[in-house]
């Protein structure tokens, strides 16, 4: 059982949200539209000690950012559904706003639409070459669980 889920594409409306709620969960944060379209949640175990506190939200469902105190841990939890090309100024705007990066760890999880690492992420290279919306997550350091876990190319979970 999950302690803390990320969510990308739920497709929900506003009005819908509450079809994210189970037994387990705690607290639900989401993004999305009123429409069936984007969208993403951070759905938080009741079993896990976490205060929500600085929440950013986009409009257009795009990501959700909460920052407080997971466990007695300061940090932000970041998840992101990003644009289905290479969009370097939405990459840009959405790292930017993303709180305490100064004082809280980050938790990040996300569908970057992006080839982040091509040795990793394509079965046959095309190109060497990183798209410039990758280029803007360098800063964050450990991003990817493939520093962890290089044996899993792929992870998906249905609810």
Known sequence: KADVAMLQETHLKLA????????????EFHSGLDSKTRGVAILVSKRVAFEAGNI???????YIMVSRKLQGTRVVLVNAYALNWDDVEFMRR????IPD???HNLIMGA????????VLDRSKSRSGKRPAAAKELRGLHNLSWRIFCRCLFEVTIFI
């Open 111 to 118: 569908d970057f639409n992006t080839v982040i690492g091509p």
């Open 101 to 103: 990066l100064d004082s």
């Open 56 to 62: 950013v939200a986009d409009k257009g469902g795009r």
């Open 16 to 27: 819908d949200q509450t079809r994210l709620r189970k037994g387990w969960m705690g607290q």
């Open 94 to 97: 959405m790292l930017g706003k």
